[in-house]
């Protein structure tokens, strides 16, 4: 399990990396109002204590593991579709934070506001320890204990009975 979770993490992170990068200095799409939504966004995220981004970090993958167990428990292509939403959805639009979604958003944000590559590496630093790393942990706690402890006590366990 941890072997499929660090080459998933690391798939995630090179691959928001790689988008954004080609996001940022190759479409040229780093206009001011973009610059200024997406460096605000950071700000807000790399400005959380510990605890305020862990919690955050729970809500959302209870919510994103919750969006999963419903597209996989519909019948229909329509369920499936409402069974993501509204999870998703709901996680955005409340605030909380998961890890992938920061992978992206905070290095884009660094990639237009670093002056130089050792300055972009060092502003990356500050992302992994003062964001990442508590998100990362709230969203294991939030998939492990509130969905698949749950999931498993409640549904699976009176099978094995």
Known sequence: MVRHWSLAF????????????????????????????????AAAKTSLTFSEAFLRGIGANWLVCLAVVLVQSAMSV??????????????????FEHSVANMFIVPLANMIQATSFMGWI??????VSKNLVPVTLGNV???????AMFYDHLLMRPSRR
Not at 122 to 127: K, P
Not at 141 to 147: I, L, T
């Open 10 to 41: 690391a798939g995630n992170f090179a691959g928001t990396l790689a988008f954004g990068y080609f996001l940022i200095f190759k479409s040229g799409l780093a206009s001011q109002a973009f610059s200024d939504f997406i460096s605000g966004l």
């Open 78 to 95: 329509p369920g499936k579709i409402m069974g993501a939403w509204f999870p998703v959805m709901a996680f955005v639009a409340i605030g």
């Open 122 to 127: 060092q502003m990356l630093g500050e992302f």
């Open 141 to 147: 706690v939030g998939g492990m204990v509130f969905v």
